[in-house]
C-alpha cells in the first residue's frame, strides 16, 4: 500500500511514547510512503511505524491518539487535523480493502502467493539481500536497530542515559562524524569496543568512557565502526544471517521476525565480527579526523607489540591535535552511566 500522494512528506508536531513507563516526548511526524516516522526536532529516528498497522485509541476525541503495537504500549498523540485526516483515511481505505470478499480477492492472493514462490525459487538470496539494503528506507533501518536494541537489554541491561552524557554523546557524533552523524549510546555491560547497528546506531561499552583519561580511545573505536558499517553494511549482515525468506518478509510487510532480530543481535555481542579495516585504512580514517592513533593501539593491546604499525604511524605525531571533546563534556560522558 502506497500513501495518498496529496499527503507526500506531510509533516506535524506529535507527542510520542516509547511505552507506558516511558517519559511523552515532543516529536515530529512524518506521512511517508506507507510509513509514519517518528523524529526528535533534529529529525534523528525515533520510530517508525507501518501505515497497515496504525489504530485510533480513542476515537471520536481528540487529540487523536494512535498505536501500531498489538497491546498499545507505544503510543502518538496528534492534534494537527491534516495529519489526523490523512491518517484515518489510509485506515479507511485498509479497512475497505480488509473486508472486500470474493473471487477477485483469492485470485489476487494466490497471484501473490504464486510470485512469492518464483521470488523465493529463483531469485539468489544475494540479490535480494542486495535490493533490501538499496530500497529500504533510513526510518525503517533505524527501526530494526532500535527493535535491535531492546532484545539486547537482558545482555547489556540497557543504555545509559545521563542528560550531560547524552548532550557529549551527541556532540562527540558531530565531532566525528560531521556529514552523516551517527546515533551513539553507551551500553551498561556486556558490549566490548563499538558495536555498529541498522540505522547509523553505534553502540559503545562503558569501558571506553570509563577507563581511559582521553576520550581519543572511545572516538577511534566509533570511527573504526562507522567507516566498516559504510563498507559492510550491518542490514547486510542481518538479512544475510536471516535468510531468504526473512528478507522477503522484509521487503513485502517492511518488519523482520523479532527472533531473528534477537538471535543476530545476540550473536553480535557474545560473537563481535573480525575487524574489516587494514592498518592503513585506520590510520587514515582517524587522521582525517584529526584523532591520534596511539591511545587507540594501546587500547587494542597494552603492551603495543601487537599494533605497533598503528603507534608508528600515528596520523598526528609531531601536529596540533584538534580537540575531541570538551574537558566538561568529557568529564559528563564518563559519568554518563551514573544516571
Known amino acids: 500500500m502506497t500513501a495518498l500522494k496529496e499527503f507526500e512528506r506531510l509533516e506535524s508536531p506529535g507527542t510520542w511514547r516509547a511505552a507506558p513507563d ?3 516526548r515532543e516529536v515530529i511526524v512524518v506521512f511517508g510512503d506507507a510509513t509514519l516516522a517518528i523524529t526528535d526536532a533534529a529529525l534523528r529516528p525515533l520510530s517508525h511505524w507501518s501505515l497497515a498497522a496504525v489504530r485510533r485509541l480513542n476515537p471520536g476525541r ?3 491518539l494512535y498505536t501500531a503495537d498489538e497491546d498499545g504500549r507505544e503510543t502518538l498523540e496528534i492534534d494537527d487535523e ?22 477477485g480477492r483469492l485470485a489476487a492472493v494466490g497471484t501473490m502467493a504464486l510470485v512469492l514462490g518464483l ?3 529463483l531469485w539468489l538470496p544475494s540479490a535480494l539481500v542486495r535490493h533490501a539494503d538499496a530500497v529500504l528506507p533510513a526510518a525503517a533501518r533505524a527501526a530494526i536497530g532500535r527493535q535491535m536494541l531492546d532484545t539486547l537489554r537482558p545482555l547489556t541491561g540497557g543504555n545509559c542515559h545521563d542528560a550531560d552524557g547524552l548532550a557529549a554523546l551527541d556532540a562527540l557524533a558531530r565531532r566525528l562524524i560531521p556529514d552523516a552523524p551517527p546515533a551513539l549510546l553507551v551500553a551498561r555491560s556486556g558490549v566490548s569496543g563499538a558495536l555498529a547497528l541498522p540505522g547509523n546506531i553505534i553502540v559503545i561499552g562503558r569501558d571506553l568512557v570509563e577507563d581511559y583519561d582521553e576520550p581519543e580511545v572511545a572516538a577511534g ?11 559492510h553494511s550491518p542490514l547486510v549482515r542481518l ?6 525468506f526473512a528478507t522477503l518478509r522484509l521487503l513485502t510487510t517492511g518488519t523482520l521476525p ?9 550473536h553480535l555481542v557474545l560473537s563481535p565480527p573480525a575487524p574489516v579495516l587494514g592498518t592503513d585504512e585506520v590510520i587514515a580514517v582517524l587522521g582525517r579526523a584529526g584523532i591520534s592513533s596511539t591511545p587507540y593501539a594501546y587500547a587494542l593491546d597494552v603492551t603495543g607489540e601487537s599494533s605497533l604499525p598503528l ?3 600515528d596520523p598526528m605525531r609531531g601536529q596540533s591535535k584538534p580537540e575531541v571533546l570538551s574537558d566538561t563534556r568529557w568529564v559528563a560522558l564518563q559519568e554518563i552511566c551514573e544516571d
Open 62 to 64: 481528540e487529540p487523536a
Open 82 to 103: 491534516t495529519m489526523m485526516n490523512a491518517i484515518e483515511r489510509v485506515r479507511r481505505a485498509i479497512r475497505r480493502r480488509r473486508y472486500r470478499p470474493g473471487r
Open 119 to 121: 521470488l523465493a525459487a
Open 22 to 24: 516511558e517519559p511523552r
Open 239 to 244: 538479512l544475510q544471517d536471516a535468510g531468504a
Open 221 to 231: 573505536h566509533i570511527l573504526v565502526a562507522a567507516t566498516e558499517a559504510r563498507t
Open 311 to 313: 603507534i608508528e604511524a
Open 258 to 266: 523479532e527472533g531473528t532480530l534477537a538471535r543476530h543481535a545476540r
